[in-house]
């Protein structure tokens, strides 16, 4: 595609780009903390705003007593489909992904959190990086794609889920599984400075220790699962220290990590206490074999107690997201995309991974290359993402846009 496209995708970015503005505001309004996840109410919203600007949406919620298993209330998906030329089984389909689901606000919030406020030209508020932002991106970039009127075959998608923060299961997962969607290729929510192609995966556990409660002034009549917790975490410690001697061969992925991240237990001051449960959060790099790492840390933790009387361990998995590794077919989604952001932003722009994971991986699984572009700056800790006062540049907003409006006339093209 020649250069002076691109300067009419930037210049049809620029006419909407108010319009674009106000999209994102009225998704920040609209809270979707998870938990407690009840977050059909937005989809609806993003939906009455999509239609609102031409699109055909189709709306998938995800059965209630499934919802509620996994803990949250209620999920409703999203999926816009736009087919381009007389033909467009002769092209790719292509899925761009963001998901509405996000952390409670928590404390340090100096701007209101959900009222979408602009100062600066930065927006603030929860969600409005990670990754609200690529629901305006994506929506956007394909109007602009629409009004360049180019000869392109294939397809566009948006898929607009709500279970990121609880592992993707029954967002992205949901629409694969039910094969209401088999894209040939994906883009999934991220910053603007960098095409991530691969990321950490994630295993958390809950522990579960019991003993026998007792009295204060007489503790050797009971059993202390709060002590027998501290053996354990002891020994998760230790194994911790050992990770930093395995490196990982993708750049951008260190070592493995692990943290307790939750610990609750006892029954009174005066009481031995009975029960005492924790969970922890286990990092996988890509090389990690996540059935050894589970197998592993259950024997470091049952090996911890096995001489202690009167103490038993439960161990239950809460969640195991894979890592993302590249697959055959990313590379030309990496490279179109990283020329088009380069060329936007007037920096080279690599290709990286990251430490996080993401729901982008159910996608890998389902052996749909992706990678992960959007608005943003070069850090999370830039966007304060997951921190109070989240916020987004809004020139990067528009610029991501006119990338992934560039890289889908890339790829579409006749």
Known sequence: MAAPTQDEIARLVEQ???EEVAFLRELVRVPTDTP??????HAERTAELLEGLGFTVERYPVAADAV???????ITNLIVRRRFGPNPEAG??????????????????????????????????????VSKSDFATYTFALLALEALGLPLRGAVELH?????????????????????????????????YAVV????GCLQLEVTVRGTAAHAAMPETGHDALAAAVAILNALYAERESYHATKSKIAGI????????RIEGGINTNVVPDKVSFRLDRRLIPEDDPQAVEMRLGRVIREAVQDLPGISVDIRRLLL????????????????????ASAVLGEAIPATATPLYTDARLYGEAGIPIVLYGAGPRTILEANAKRGDENLVLRDLERATVVIASVLADLLSA
């Open 254 to 261: 260190v070592s493995p990590t692990l943290t307790v991240g």
């Open 68 to 74: 509620q298993a996994a803990g949250l209330t209620s």
């Open 36 to 41: 407690p996840g009840d977050n059909a109410r």
């Open 160 to 192: 607009f889920t709500y279970d990121e923060e609880f592992g993707g299961l029954l967002g992205p997962g949901y629409l694969l599984q039910t094969k209401a969607t088999k894209p040939d290729l994906a883009i999934g929510a991220g910053f603007s």
């Open 16 to 18: 909407r780009f108010a």
């Open 92 to 129: 790719p389909i292509i899925a761009l992904n963001a998901h509405g689901d996000v952390v409670p606000p928590g404390a340090g919030w100096t701007k209101p959190p959900y009222a979408g406020f602009i100062e600066n030209g930065r927006m603030y508020g929860r969600g409005v990086a």
């Open 321 to 340: 997201a894979r890592a993302l590794v590249p697959l055959p077919g990313h590379e030309r989604l990496a490279a179109t995309i990283r020329a088009r």
């Open 197 to 200: 192609t691969a990321h950490n």
